[in-house]
T-cell receptor, first 114, second 114 residues
Framework: QKEVEQDPGPLSVPEGAIVSLNCTYSNSAFQYFMWYRQYSRKGPELLMYTYSSGNKEDGRFTAQVDKSSKYISLFIRDSQPSDSATYLCAMSGNSGGSNYKLTFGKGTLLTVNP | DAGVTQSPTHLIKTRGQQVTLRCSPKSGHDTVSWYQQALGQGPQFIFQYYEEEERQRGNFPDRFSGHQFPNYSSELNVNALWLGDSALYLC?????????????FGPGTRLTVT
């Protein structure tokens, strides 16, 4: 079983739709949960990070972490064609545990159609 | 404020050859991590450098080695290249104890091994 599982899609939605992207994980030591956006042939761009369980909102983006279910989500409201990209979830252990490695999912390819 | 920069952008090598990739971190960052991203996959952690030492290493063979210089820039060296080493090599920079969750990626170096 992989440490981080992410449905690769592809996911295609109309402009203005609410998008839900998800990852599950098996390593209970993960404490930090990140979402990255990667455009074709570019490096990943950090969208937001969350520590432990809870919600975090940044503009049209909301990240949710449910550690009891080992399940994280990213919601995109009012999706735009410019949101079309691959979305990667990433996780890491607590810095106090000296674990600096990010473990990534495979990424979900999202297309927002005008 | 320049972000993370990497050179070269693209590289073509032959099996058995050696390659050196370079990375300059964001201003104010002292930590550099290297990742390998195969086509259609999420990035895989190779290692992280802090204070000119390898602080953590992923599951990669000794053919992969690195170095960090006093100005925090870094190099990734790969010896005895295999066809399977063809991938996008990403450098990520971070600062201090935020290195578990706030890693910023460069555009990557695309390596093709023939």
């Amino acid at each position: 079983q992989k440490e981080v599982e992410q449905d690769p899609g592809p996911l295609s939605v109309p402009e203005g739709a609410i998008v839900s992207l998800n990852c599950t994980y098996s390593n209970s030591a993960f404490q930090y949960f990140m979402w990255y956006r990667q455009y074709s042939r570019k490096g990943p761009e950090l969208l937001m990070y969350t520590y432990s369980s809870g919600n975090k909102e940044d503009g049209r983006f909301t990240a949710q972490v449910d550690k009891s279910s080992k399940y994280i989500s990213l919601f995109i409201r009012d999706s735009q064609p410019s949101d079309s990209a691959t979305y990667l979830c990433a996780m890491s252990g607590n810095s106090g545990g000296s674990n600096y490695k990010l473990t990534f999912g495979k990424g979900t390819l999202l297309t927002v159609n005008p | 404020d320049a972000g993370v920069t990497q050179s070269p952008t693209h590289l073509i090598k032959t099996r058995g050859q050696q390659v050196t990739l370079r990375c300059s971190p964001k201003s104010g960052h002292d930590t550099v991590s290297w990742y390998q991203q195969a086509l259609g996959q999420g990035p895989q952690f190779i290692f992280q450098y802090y204070e000119e030492e390898e602080r953590q290493r992923g599951n990669f063979p000794d053919r992969f080695s690195g170095h960090q210089f006093p100005n925090y820039s870094s190099e990734l060296n790969v010896n005895a290249l295999w066809l399977g080493d063809s991938a996008l090599y990403l450098c990520a920079s971070s600062g201090g104890d935020r290195s578990s969750y706030e890693q910023y990626f460069g555009p990557g170096t695309r390596l093709t091994v023939t």
